[in-house]
């Protein structure tokens, strides 16, 4: 079973920084985009940053030049170091990795999330 699991969020203060992994395990052929998403409450889910297997990098312009998205091929992991974290970075934070997946003999290419973890921005 094909899986992603984030760890890192938690509560820090305006101006703080975070780092959040996010680990593929699984059946794995290959993996192509990986990145964040965020949801806060009452709003619709964001693209707040992906990373290609090529290692290029998109941003919302929201967090640009606070927040840095890398990757550890060999590890599958994608990171997203979070820095001068404001309120409004407050939200659930879902990893995704674009990946080709083996399904017994057949294999598939699919989105695949992580559960999600809570970043709390508040004094």
């Known amino acids: 079973q094909v899986q992603l699991v984030e760890s890192g969020g938690g509560l820090v203060q305006p101006g703080g920084s975070l780092r959040l992994s996010c680990a593929a395990s699984?059946?794995?052929?290959?993996?192509?985009?990986m990145g964040w998403h965020r949801q806060a409450p009452g709003k619709q889910r964001e693209l707040v940053a992906v990373?290609?297997?090529?290692?290029?990098?998109n941003y919302v312009d929201s967090v640009k030049g606070r927040f840095t998205i890398s990757r550890d091929n060999a590890k599958k992991t994608v990171y997203l170091q979070m820095n001068s974290l404001k309120a409004e970075d407050t939200a659930v934070y879902y990893c995704?990795?674009?990946?080709?997946?083996?399904?017994?003999?057949?294999?598939?290419?699919?989105?695949?999330w992580g559960q999600g973890t809570q970043v709390t921005v508040s004094s």
């Open positions: 995704y990795a674009d990946m080709l997946t083996l399904y017994g003999p057949s294999i598939r290419r699919s989105d695949h």
């Open positions: 990373i290609s297997n090529g290692g290029i990098i």
């Open positions: 699984g059946s794995i052929s290959s993996i192509y985009d």
